[in-house]
């Protein structure tokens, strides 16, 4: 088994000596059209170089990386024949249009190379190509006969053409064939007869050999396929277009060069198309060195197509022989569009394979459009990661939201499915932080696994996390708004409820007792008075309690003594009380003449207030506690003892999380921790209206809510 090094010595060897040959070819060409441009042709001559540079490089590089894949070294070999029939060509129009055949060596095996060497670089890849892709097997055993056909087709027809002493009209070939064998034309049109129809088994059963795999084909292996079968479906349309034009007018050279024309472009198509599959999909990972390739591959192509147009329009134009001078001149037109054209290049490459990265205003621009039009807000978080994926070429983005301690996953989107070979440690995750808050993550996958993202991608992903934590957080506002809209609903149908409950359970059976007797004492009024006075003392007695019941609803909805007293007279009258019956020894800090309050914050700081005493007396084992309010802006509530304090494993019951929804309803916060010097502290900000920002008096404390 060849070695990955030999491999790559051999294949680029080939790759280099193909080059030179063509290179050659075409200097050769070049003075040939420059001597004669009326009779010389410029099919071959003007794109059998691009074709060949493109069979080599892509192949060069397969074969280097996967010896054992034989598209590499069938695209290497193909490259090779497409130079040598490059050189042939050349050679034998040089020959011709100087009408000195016999003092060049070589012309008769140059000539004999150009009628028929054409023919296999032709046939290779519309046939095992098309068998062979992706990975370089068949698709199975049941394949092999159109393997076979495909093969023996274009040996036959390729060794028919070259030793026929006719010339093969059919083909467009008119030239005389100085190699043929005499007498052997029947032979060679029976072998002819005998291959076209395997060719066109080998054809069409390789297009249906790639529309069998694009069927069963699934993720990766379907985009690579699509690839090559967009580019089969562009052969048959441009060689079916070129058929049209030679069938019309047979005899037409024009006709017969565009022909010619469509078959090289369909060609380059294939193996373009062969060459962005691995790309685009990472068959190869090969990644710099194809960006690197197809930059300088499309720019040689490019200067070699411009200097062979310019040199051939000012010989025209100037109707000189002088070579020199119009070669000097077209070098230097070359040479000052060399850089410019390098850059665009460079940028569209870049583009393909790593998508806008270089180009970070447009990708914001295009995000900012897209949000624009974006009413729900749910739509904003999958818009973000499908533009930022689209943008930048990768399989895979998502947005994460924070939930307490953990990450829940916001919107996902997944352009190709990320490969089993990419680690964990290879997920880039960016923080999404709004005012020193870490709202989420944004989470991408590389284009491929091994491949780390670019100083520049992480440039421009920063920029865009820091755009998509503002969005972020808005998106949980929007969140926090509806589920503090769903708990309003749901609350109030709750105490409409309890209401009902009450009233229902409690007042409605109290009374309709009631009613009954007084109905008794009216019928035993004027018979049994010792009766009616036990009736009349029961009757009072459920009165008083429904009055209880009355008291306790209306008390459960707002607390009386806060209209009467106010926030501190209320807490000064309930810690009195509480002292006296409990033994707890409590103190009350707070303004003397606080201005009035909204009522939600009286209601939500005194029940607060009350929650967290009762607390202390149920579960601290405290001998004092301190209640402290202040209102610096806001209302601020700290309720501390020197009890035992909380322990770690003790969880949230319903006592600490009704306080903490009363404050966050409010849009405040309320917190409880163990102090450093032993106890418990509650600590609450309940925020106040702007006309009573600014009130004296600053806590003693700081809140903070990791």
Known sequence: MMSQKTARRLSWSIALIAIVIVTIGLIISVFALIADGQRATFSHQFFTPVLTLSYCVVGALVASRHPRNPIGWMFCVTGFLSAVNMFSAGYSLYAEIGDIPETLPGVTIAQWLDLWLWLPNTLLPFTFLLLLFPDGRLLSARWRPVAWAAGIGTAAMAFAVAFSPEPSEFLGITGSNPLGIPGAANAMNALIAFAAP???????????????????????????????????????????????????????????????????????????????????????????????????????????????????????????????????????????????????????????????????????????????????????????????VEALKLPYAAITLKDGDDFVTAAEYTRTPVSERMSASEIETLPLVYQTETIGQLILAPRAPGEAFSQTDLRLLETIARQAGVAAYNVRLAQDLQHSRERLVSTREEERRRLRRDLHDGLGPVIAAMSFKLDAIHNLADRDADAVKKLTAELKMQMQEALGDIRRIAYDLRPPALDELGLVGALKAHITAYNQLHGLQIRLEAPENPPPLPAAVEVAAYRIALEAMTNVSRHAGAQHCCVRLSLPGDLWLEITDDGRGMSEAVRAGVGLISMRERAEELGGVCVTETLPQGGTGVKARLPLPPALAGITGEPAWNLSVS
């Open 198 to 388: 395997l060719l066109l088994i080998g054809i069409f059963g390789s297009i249906a050999s790639i529309a069998v795999r694009f069927r069963r084909s699934v993720g990766v292996e379907r985009a690579q396929v699509k690839w090559l079968a967009y580019a089969a479906i562009f052969v048959i349309v441009g060689n079916f277009v070129g058929g049209i034009f030679w069938a019309i007018s047979p005899g037409d050279s024009s006709a017969l060069e565009f022909s010619i024309v469509m078959t090289f472009v369909t060609l380059v198509g294939i193996v373009l198309a062969t060459g962005i599959a691995i790309l685009r999909y990472r068959l190869w990972d090969i990644d710099i060195l194809i960006n690197r390739t197809l930059v300088y591959g499309l720019l040689s192509a490019l200067v070699i197509t411009f200097y062979v147009v310019i040199v051939g329009l000012l010989g025209i134009l100037l109707q000189t022989e002088e070579s020199l001078p119009i070669a000097l001149i077209g070098t230097g037109i070359v040479a000052v569009s060399f850089q410019p054209l390098r850059e665009r290049l460079q940028r569209r490459v870049n583009r393909l394979m790593y998508g806008e990265r270089n180009d970070p205003y447009a990708v914001l621009g295009r995000l900012s459009e897209r949000l624009e039009v974006v009413v729900a807000s749910q739509s904003v978080l999958p818009t973000i990661v499908e533009t930022v």
